[in-house]
């Protein structure tokens, strides 16, 4: 059985192994390649720091002796934020109406003194949603200006922390600016129709004058005052 252990004296042949393909270094890329982003983010990236790099470049150049540079705009330059800002800030400036002269004591008795910015930011939201919009479309047929609800509530944010007399001196005055300038100088008003009380009413002197009252209406009042006693003496015999 000694056979089963036996090897064979020659060793068996070697397997030839496929020899690896060489591998070659890859060329290094170059300088125009490395620096050119495949992303477009990348790209934004270099834009935006390039524009650092010529900020800080044209910052470090100390200014010339000769005459100030007089420099351009070109049409393709877009206005910045800031200028943007400025230009509205200007124009509302500009277009601030003038203030509204004093009024008659009556009139100024009956400005508002108080003012709620919860009621003035409900009143702008409402006008400006889609629903305050349709409302205005189906009553007046054209789309409604909010402006003057916007102007209300900021006014109102802007004097909140204020108190006292102060306060209720700029209410009164932002109410006689908005009267001012729907009613005021030859503008048409209420009272193109009827003249304006020049005096308070007195108190408890409204809807007090009797009207006047003739036979017909006594004797028609006299008949349903029977017609309601006579149902309630039958509504009394029922009830017994």
């Not at 834009?47 to 705009?73: C, N, R, V, W, Y």
């Amino acid at each position: 059985m000694g056979w089963l252990w036996s090897s064979s004296s020659q060793p068996p042949p070697q397997e030839e192994q496929p020899t690896a393909p060489s591998l070659e270094a890859p060329a290094a890329p170059t300088a125009q390649q490395a620096s050119t982003p495949n992303d477009p983010a990348d790209t934004q990236l270099q834009e935006f720091l390039q524009l650092i790099h010529t900020a800080g470049d044209e910052s470090s150049k100390p200014p010339s002796s000769s005459s100030p540079p007089t420099t351009t705009p070109s049409k393709d330059t877009k206005p910045s934020v800031l200028s943007w800002l400025s230009q509205k800030a200007t124009a509302a400036a500009n277009n601030k109406p003038d203030e509204a002269p004093i009024l008659d004591p009556l009139s100024e008795s009956l400005l508002p003194t108080e003012m709620s910015c919860a009621q003035t930011f409900e009143l702008a939201w409402s006008c400006s949603s889609l629903g305050g919009q349709f409302m205005s479309m189906y009553r007046h047929g054209n789309m409604r200006e909010c402006s003057e609800n916007w102007d209300d509530f900021w006014f109102c944010m802007r004097t909140r922390a204020y108190s006292g007399p102060v306060k209720a001196d700029l209410i009164k005055q932002h109410y006689r600016n908005k009267a001012y300038r729907k009613y005021g100088g030859d503008k048409p008003s209420s009272e193109d129709v009827w003249e304006r009380r020049t005096e308070k009413v007195p108190l408890g002197s409204a809807f007090s004058t009797p009207l006047p009252v003739t036979e017909e209406e006594v004797s028609a009042a006299r008949e349903r005052m029977r017609e309601e006693e006579r149902k309630a003496s039958i509504r009394d015999a029922e009830n017994i």
